[in-house]
């Protein structure tokens, strides 16, 4: 029998061989971390556009400096990637001052493409009118730069139904491959859609809004996979995840769950979901740069999404390793 002199004497060995340099030469070293994917600016709000085998991504910079707590953010940042690992940054495309009418708050936004021209859905404060705006911007490229496209906001505080000024926030726009039409989807605190005009500028019809999403705060994003659309958004405080599926982009929505946890050192969280090169990808951001990250200081990070049979989507595993190179 051992007895515990020798137990104690066997244990000391072995902790001094693993902290030994040759033992910790041995050792397997830690993958390369992938994520956060912009490591020299603070991104947030994600969107992601796939065009002629490029995606695009698009982010709000945060701008405050620490030790501050608030928001600061004037523009928007581009940058661009064939295999969702290696980003090239683009000049700004777009600043609140394209919007003459606006006063500050690069807040979320979407870019999309009909027609070979690109559509910028931006949410702002609006200079004259009390409260959050949704303009639209303009350009041949999906690198910009973009230019005002209506002269005025597209949704202001005024024409939807909340109490609170910044409900008009967060767009998302989506066509329907079935039909060709376009559908703008917004809102915090409660979710809005309406139909789009060919022109892709004006409304065409009145607003909507989905009323049986558990908890919903704000950031719906729509896709669709399969054959099944896909309305995920941001719940509770802070932010977790969750989605609803449906057979039509008009609904009815079927609640499903939640899709991912709290974004790490991060009150916020806010997603893109897009398939390339055969898979697919969830975009969102955390404040995990050290020592200076946080909610107001945010960072873009991207991981897998995968499908179950039945065409629900499975929680999404945050990592540091983040994605592979897509071939």
């Given at each position: 029998?051992?007895t515990?002199k020798?137990?104690s004497?066997?244990?000391?060995?072995?902790?001094?061989?693993?902290?030994?340099?040759a033992?910790?030469?041995q050792a397997?070293?830690?993958?390369?971390?992938?994520?956060?994917?912009?490591?020299d600016k603070?991104?947030a709000?994600?969107?992601?556009?796939?065009?002629?085998?490029?995606?695009?991504?698009?982010?709000g910079?945060?701008?405050?400096?620490?030790?501050?707590?608030?928001?600061?953010?004037h523009?928007?940042?581009?940058?661009?990637s064939?295999?969702?690992v290696?980003?090239?940054?683009?000049?700004?495309?777009?600043?609140?001052?394209?919007?003459?009418?606006?006063?500050?708050?690069?807040?979320?936004?979407?870019?999309?493409?009909?027609?070979?021209?690109?559509?910028?859905?931006a949410?702002?404060?609006?200079?004259?009118v009390?409260?959050?705006?949704?303009?639209?911007?303009?350009?041949?490229s999906?690198t910009g730069?973009?230019k005002?496209?209506?002269?005025?906001?597209l949704?202001?505080n005024?024409q939807?139904?909340?109490k609170?000024?910044?409900?008009?926030?967060d767009?998302?726009?989506f066509?329907?491959?079935?039909?060709?039409?376009?559908?703008?989807?917004?809102?915090?605190?409660?979710?809005?859609?309406?139909?789009?005009?060919?022109?892709?500028?004006?409304?065409?019809?009145?607003?909507h809004?989905v009323t049986?999403?558990p908890?919903?705060?704000?950031?719906?994003?729509v896709?669709?996979?399969?054959?099944?659309y896909?309305?995920?958004?941001a719940?509770?405080?802070p932010?977790?995840?969750?989605?609803?599926?449906?057979?039509s982009i008009e609904?009815p929505?079927?609640?499903?769950?939640l899709l991912?946890?709290?974004?790490?050192?991060?009150?916020t969280?806010h997603q893109?979901?897009?398939?390339?090169?055969?898979?697919?990808?969830?975009?969102?951001?955390?404040?995990s740069?050290?020592?200076?990250g946080?909610?107001?200081?945010?960072?873009?990070c991207?991981?897998?999404?995968?499908?179950?049979?039945?065409?629900?989507?499975?929680r999404?595993v945050?990592t540091t390793?983040g994605?592979?190179?897509?071939?």
């Amino acid at each position: 029998m051992k007895t515990a002199k020798t137990i104690s004497s066997q244990l000391l060995a072995l902790l001094l061989l693993v902290a030994s340099p040759a033992a910790q030469a041995q050792a397997p070293a830690l993958p390369p971390a992938g994520n956060p994917v912009i490591k020299d600016k603070y991104t947030a709000d994600p969107a992601a556009l796939v065009h002629n085998g490029t995606v695009y991504l698009y982010a709000g910079h945060d701008e405050a400096p620490a030790p501050e707590q608030r928001y600061v953010m004037h523009e928007w940042l581009c940058y661009s990637s064939t295999d969702m690992v290696t980003w090239k940054e683009h000049p700004s495309p777009l600043n609140v001052k394209a919007f003459a009418w606006a006063k500050d708050d690069a807040w979320a936004s979407q870019v999309v493409e009909r027609g070979g021209k690109f559509y910028w859905y931006a949410a702002v404060e609006h200079g004259s009118v009390p409260g959050k705006a949704i303009g639209v911007a303009v350009s041949d490229s999906p690198t910009g730069p973009f230019k005002d496209a209506r002269g005025s906001a597209l949704v202001l505080n005024s024409q939807t139904e909340s109490k609170i000024f910044w409900d008009d926030i967060d767009p998302t726009v989506f066509i329907d491959k079935k039909s060709g039409q376009a559908y703008l989807y917004w809102g915090n605190s409660h979710c809005y859609w309406a139909k789009l005009k060919p022109n892709m500028t004006e409304f065409d019809g009145e607003i909507h809004q989905v009323t049986n999403l558990p908890s919903y705060t704000e950031a719906p994003w729509v896709h669709e996979h399969n054959g099944w659309y896909y309305l995920s958004y941001a719940c509770q405080f802070p932010e977790k995840l969750a989605y609803a599926m449906s057979r039509s982009i008009e609904g009815p929505w079927v609640f499903k769950g939640l899709l991912n946890e709290v974004a790490g050192n991060s009150n916020t969280n806010h997603q893109a979901i897009i398939e390339f090169k055969g898979k697919s990808y969830f975009v969102y951001h955390n404040g995990s740069i050290p020592t200076d990250g946080g909610s107001f200081r945010r960072s873009v990070c991207i991981d897998y999404l995968y499908y179950n049979p039945d065409g629900t989507m499975k929680r999404v595993v945050m990592t540091t390793e983040g994605v592979r190179a897509a071939k």
